[in-house]
């Protein structure tokens, strides 16, 4: 029995031997063992040393991304601008000042204009003249500061009396926008080109709204504060129109009209003279 015990004890030593002999040999577990050599069928240096351990080098993971998502798009050449032949910034003193029996125009602390109204009707403001140019664009910060009404730039204007030319006009209160044409004089009325539309681009009550025309060639773009609102096309005052106005209108009592920043430009272009 003493010997048999011997022989289990020298048997489970062996064993116990070769178990740890084999676990030495093997790499420690989450350590990549580097090879020095490189055996036949075996990955270069720098790879794991065992052959089913073989790494893609990082540079190559995402290499089909290409394929499924195409070449780049090419850089937009970008679209020629005119350059302005004419710029104005017409302040108060451009404009014919003074009160009237209707209505007082006047310089505002920033010498811009105001112009109050007082019976119930309009009050136009003739400001420069544009000399049958065909591509420009006229722009104003414009607030109504008191009572109710809309304001208006007026352009292509040929004549107060019988002529006519186009009103582009905000009203605040409503958020609403629209082109007339004006004929022989009506300037009460016209002919709506576009009648009043709501627009969310329009800020509502007291705030000031900056509203501008560009007339290009028979188009007529309208813009209000920065945003495209609308594009038209007439021709019927393009080469007749000689200036450009402002326009206030009153609806039920006093109002007050305030415009500030007042600019005109004017290119000579493949649309323009």
């Known amino acids: 029995m003493r010997s048999q015990g011997m ?3 020298i048997a489970g030593f062996v064993s116990v031997s070769l178990l740890f002999g084999v676990l030495l040999a093997q790499p420690a577990t989450g350590v ?3 090879s020095t050599a490189a055996p036949a069928g075996t990955p270069t240096a720098g790879h794991l040393s065992r052959a089913f351990d ?5 540079a190559t993971k995402f290499a089909f991304l290409p394929v499924i998502m195409g070449p780049p798009p090419p850089t937009p050449t970008p679209t020629p601008t005119a350059t302005p032949s004419q710029v104005l910034n017409p302040t108060c003193g451009w404009f014919p000042l003074g009160p009237s029996d209707r209505d007082d125009v006047e310089c505002s602390p920033t010498n811009g204009l105001i ?6 009707s309009h009050t136009i403001v003739a400001c420069c003249g544009t000399n049958g140019a065909r591509h420009y664009a006229i722009s104003a910060e414009i607030a109504k500061t008191a009572g109710d009404g809309d304001y208006r730039i007026g352009f292509d204007v040929r004549s107060l009396l019988q002529g006519g030319g186009y009103l582009f006009g905000i009203n605040p209160d409503t ?4 082109l007339y044409r004006v004929d022989d004089g009506d300037w009460k009325g016209g002919v709506p080109l ?27 773009l309208l813009t209000i504060n920065g945003q495209q609102v609308a594009t038209v096309q007439d021709t019927t005052w393009l080469d007749q129109g000689i200036g450009w106005i402002l326009y206030a209108r009153n609806y039920t009592g006093a109002a007050e009209m305030q415009y500030e920043r007042i600019r005109y430009v004017r290119w000579n272009d493949v649309t323009g003279q």
């Open 115 to 120: 112009i109050r109204r007082f019976n119930i």
């Open 175 to 178: 958020r609403s926008y629209s």
């Open 194 to 220: 576009i009648p009043w539309t709501s627009s969310d681009a329009i800020l509502p009550g007291s705030q000031f709204n900056r509203m501008q025309v560009e007339r290009r060639g028979a188009d007529i």
């Open 7 to 9: 022989l289990f004890m």
């Open 54 to 58: 073989t790494v893609t080098p990082q």
């Open 32 to 34: 990549a063992a580097v």
